[in-house]
């Protein structure tokens, strides 16, 4: 057998054997996927804002509070918050 011919045989065993495990794995799976009827909390960071702001500091906004970040180049120290009002007129 020509050598181009048994690298193409190991090349497509190989393939056969990748894809028989891979079918294999998610067929017999002992992992079970959680139910979607469960009202599940949202994560943590679905409820928060993280905005990096073009001079360097971080603003993290939930629904609670809204905290400005800054790196000292040690540890991020907590700055002022500046408040935007915003306007109900309707």
């Known amino acids: 057998m020509p050598r181009y011919a048994r690298t193409i045989l190991i090349a497509l065993t190989a393939s056969i054997a990748t894809f028989a495990v891979t ?11 959680p139910s979607r009827g469960s009202a599940a909390s949202p994560s943590l960071s679905a409820s928060r804002f993280i905005m990096l702001l073009p001079d360097g500091r971080v603003e993290i906004t939930d629904s609670f509070s809204r905290r400005v970040y800054r790196w000292d180049g040690q540890r991020w120290q907590e700055g002022d918050a500046r408040f935007q009002s915003r306007s109900t007129s309707r």
Not at 23 to 33: D, L, Q, T
């Open 23 to 33: 079918v294999y794995g998610a067929r017999v799976s002992p992992a079970e996927a």
